[in-house]
């Protein structure tokens, strides 16, 4: 948590009530020239040019106490984020740092009367030997315990105000960090407008492509997953064939145990597909065989059926590497809307129903006003924008 001295050194607040730009709607892509670009810098101190693209923190140990917030990037209250700037002062005051804080949905075990919840091995049975060895100090407490405490607001009547204040085992915030962070990864967090972009096949082959080939968003991450360098613990699934394989693993976005949060994402292993752009009826095997074999084994591991969940692709996607997205239809993560969010189902029905549907079709997608990509769009439109901050001033 943020000390209050720490609250008061925070340059500006921006707080923001939608949804829209919550912290994990995108990973902006991240330039080869990220400090060069983007029009947040105006407001920003000067990105250092010695930021390391892809992070160098594989042994570094985080210390909350020396983060020292700079600025406030978005305060989402719908869902109870947000996301700050700053420096680790023990780390590096020349390197930024994002740090996102999430309150954590309930978890029905939380709820229960501590009695049974103790006796109560049903979920437990579900989830896996390592999964066990992960769960924290959380697991198995309940809110109804001599721990927690009502502070009175007010009592009027029959109705009554408390604070709540109960264990902390129970009241974890789920932590992101993202060390060093570009410019290009602060102007994702920030709140900025955004605009509907339609993009034909032409869009994509004279503009977007070109400018995927220059400004590449580092996957190291992603082959450190395909290749058992990193979250190997947390991969929940592997399927090792060279044409139809993918690994399915929870995102960054959950905690892998929160259920009622559900986020998982399938990594394709096969290289070279980027996005949805890419599909074609030679990945039908391969699209098929994640619904498939994702919806079972998170219905036998999780006990959520194929109808409960949400199996969707992102367009624009923050990283080209082919992935699909598996979500509780119960949960309302970001990146489900209909201007970002395409139905698993409906894209192999579209591959089945014509061949070249993704190389030929217009795919609408939301760009955010200092993307690179949307200035290039845009400006082969002619239909580029005033920005935002001098829209304001007239
Ligand atoms: P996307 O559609 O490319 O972009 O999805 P989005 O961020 O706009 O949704 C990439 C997904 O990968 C997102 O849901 C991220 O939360 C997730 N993700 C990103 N990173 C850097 C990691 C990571 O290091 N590990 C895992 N497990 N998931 C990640």
């Known amino acids: 948590m943020l000390a209050a001295a720490e609250v008061k050194k925070l340059e500006s607040v921006e707080t923001n009530n939608t949804s829209s730009n919550s912290h994990g709607d995108s990973f902006q892509r991240q330039g080869q020239s990220a400090a060069a670009t983007a029009s947040p810098a105006a407001t920003l101190p000067p990105i250092p040019s010695s930021v390391v693209v892809g992070g160098g923190s594989n042994s570094t140990s985080y210390e909350l106490a020396h983060f020292e917030p700079v600025r406030i990037l978005t305060n989402n209250s719908t869902h109870k984020t947000v996301s700050l700037l700053g420096h680790f002062s023990n780390l590096s005051r020349d390197e930024y740092a994002i740090v996102v804080l999430e309150k954590t949905a ?122 058992h360098r990193k979250e190997k613990e947390r991969i929940v699934y592997e399927d090792p064939s060279d044409e139809t394989g993918f690994i399915l693993l929870p995102d960054l976005k959950w905690d892998g145990k929160t259920v009622e949060q559900l986020y998982l994402l399938a990594l394709i292993r096969k290289r070279g597909i980027k996005s949805l752009r890419d599909l074609t009826p ?90 690179n990509l949307y200035k290039k769009i845009t400006a082969v439109k002619g239909e580029t924008k005033e920005p935002e901050a001098k829209r304001a001033r007239k």
């Open 106 to 227: 309930f978890t029905e075990k939380q709820l229960r009367n501590p009695v049974t919840t103790a006796n109560s091995d049903v979920e437990t049975s579900r989830i896996s030997e390592s999964e066990q060895q992960n769960a924290t100090a959380a697991d198995g407490k309940s809110f109804f315990s001599a721990k927690s405490q009502l502070r009175t607001e007010f009592v009027n009547d029959i109705y009554g105000n408390f604070l709540c204040v109960t264990d902390p085992e129970i009241n974890q915030l789920k932590t992101t960090i993202i060390y060093p962070a570009t410019e290009k990864h602060i102007v994702k967090f920030e709140a900025q407008a955004r605009y509907l972009v339609e993009e034909t096949a032409e869009d994509y082959q004279t503009v977007t492509l070109p400018h995927l080939e220059k400004e590449q968003l580092s996957l190291e991450w992603v082959f450190n997953i395909l290749e």
């Open 282 to 371: 030679a990945h039908l095997p391969l699209l098929r065989n994640i619904k498939d074999r994702g919806c079972e084994v998170i219905k036998s591991r999780y006990g959520i059926g194929a109808d409960q969940l949400r199996i969707h692709l992102h367009y624009q996607p923050s990283f080209y590497h082919l992935h699909v997205h598996f979500t509780y239809l119960k949960h309302d993560p970001p990146g489900i809307n209909a201007e970002k969010s395409h139905l698993l189902t409906t894209v192999i029905g579209n591959l089945e129903l014509v061949p070249d549907y993704y190389q030929k079709v217009t795919l609408p997608c939301v760009l955010r006003e200092s993307d």
